[in-house]
């Protein structure tokens, strides 16, 4: 592996900016509305007044519980409202787990992969595990993939094609399932089925439809040698995502290094990071590996 550690930022949000952070918080905008988030990364001072920050539509409160808390609206808002990036749209909201329905700094990975699917002169057969609100799935589609979209959770699921029909997707070929990440890819290679492209949001906790317990260091492994076998002779990209606060790009990069052994193609990994409004400075979000071919 390159000692090489890329930063990737997604410069391309008109709806969504980091306005500034600071003081353990992050004060973020979706859209036309301003909320205030915990962010432990955010180790500096605030670089906005006061009154900036109070101007918020909701703050979150969290509790001890992992992504426990509750939103304590400050303005009026509506229930959900649209979103769009480039030629994608979709539907966001408050949730009781701190997000919003979707994860800004991951559209760096969009871009990638839409790239990558519009150069290839064959058909593209992509997976996207933990999909959440599908927008990784619905980029992927639009530049022409086939995509199978899992996610444990079936309102995330309904979500995810809310925003298909918002982003006039409907004819796409996706396939929608409600199911337990690592049980699905493991009967997928019983089944002999093939991918061109996978990609991996994995949480740090987690539960399947079945109470299936996923827990990240332990689970992820098991999870990309199950996703080895399923790739393509020919694989075009394979990209994970992950939150967890002790997680390292660098054990991440090595993990999936090791499971594309054996195929011609490149790994990058490092931090995706939003720059804030105010003072400028980047807010790591997440840390990534991603291997393509060459």
């Known amino acids: 592996m390159s000692n090489d550690f890329f930063l990737l930022e997604s410069p391309r ?7 500034d952070s600071g003081d353990g918080l992050k004060l973020e905008r ?51 409202w649209q979103m769009s990036y480039g030629n994608l749209k ?26 990558l699917v519009r150069a290839a002169d064959r058909p593209v057969n992509a997976l996207n595990l933990f999909g959440y609100t599908g927008l990784a799935t619905l980029a992927l589609a639009a530049a022409g993939a086939k995509v199978t979209h899992v996610d444990a959770s079936k309102k995330s699921v309904t979500w995810a094609r809310e925003n298909q029909s918002l982003s006039g997707l409907e004819a796409s070929p996706i396939r929608w399932i409600v199911d337990d990440a690592l049980k699905f890819v493991q009967r997928e290679a019983r089944r002999g089925v093939k991918y061109d492209g996978i990609v991996l949001d994995p949480p740090k906790f987690g539960r399947g439809p079945k109470g299936e317990v996923w827990e990240v260091y332990k689970s992820l492994p098991d999870l990309f040698a199950a996703c080895r076998a399923v790739l393509s002779e020919r694989p075009l990209f394979i990209v994970t995502t992950v939150y967890a606060v002790r997680a390292s790009a660098v054990h991440v990069g090595q993990a999936l290094e090791e499971t594309m052994r054996g195929f011609k193609g490149e790994t990058e990994r490092g931090e995706l990071a939003t720059r804030e409004k105010s003072a400028r400075r980047l807010l790591s979000q997440a840390v990534f590996a991603r291997w393509r071919v060459k």
């Open 90 to 115: 979709f539907w966001a909201m408050t949730t009781p787990g701190r997000h919003l329905g979707v994860f800004p700094e991951v559209a760096a990975h969009w871009d990638w992969m839409a790239d």
């Open 13 to 19: 949000w008109r709806d969504y900016e980091l306005l």
């Open 30 to 80: 979706f859209g036309p509305y301003t909320f205030a988030r915990p962010e432990s990364q955010a180790m500096w001072s605030r670089a906005l007044p006061r009154k900036d920050w109070d101007a918020a539509h909701a703050d979150f409160h969290p509790t001890n519980e992992e992504s426990g808390g509750h939103w304590i609206p400050k303005k009026k808002f509506p229930e959900r």
